[in-house]
């Protein structure tokens, strides 16, 4: 386990890539709730957030991929503004609470 911060801190203010449901496929909105799945495979200083989930759609983890951190977090969507390239993101913010796989769970249940 290399995590060294709180999950709640690596990811709030990720800029998300993708900003529609993975289910529903919604498009999100800044102040929506949402649930975020976040993956770091070992080996990996990087996490990925390749799943967002809008609030009535919510997941859980259903089957931990050995080899891999997952995360869901829960939160909201907002908007970071980086002035210097006078562009805004979507971005994780307000992570009320993180479900955790950790590596060697394998197909454990959470
Ligand atoms: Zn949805």
């Not at 290399?2 to 993975?22: H, I, K, S, W, Y």
């Not at 002035?83 to 009320?96: M, N």
């Amino acid at each position: 386990m290399l995590v060294t911060a709180p999950a709640d801190q690596l990811l709030a203010g990720f800029q998300l890539a993708e900003t529609r449901c993975n289910y529903c496929k919604i498009t999100l909105q800044e102040g929506d709730p949402v649930s975020a799945y976040a993956v770091r495979y070992a080996g990996d200083d990087e996490w990925d957030v390749p799943r967002l989930y809008c609030h009535p759609c919510r997941a859980t983890i259903e089957e931990p991929t050995l080899g891999a951190t997952e995360l869901l977090a829960e939160g909201r969507l907002g908007l970071t503004m980086d002035a210097a390239i006078q562009r805004t993101s979507l971005t994780l913010l307000g992570i009320e609470r993180v479900i955790q796989s950790e590596p060697e769970d394998g197909r454990a249940t959470l």
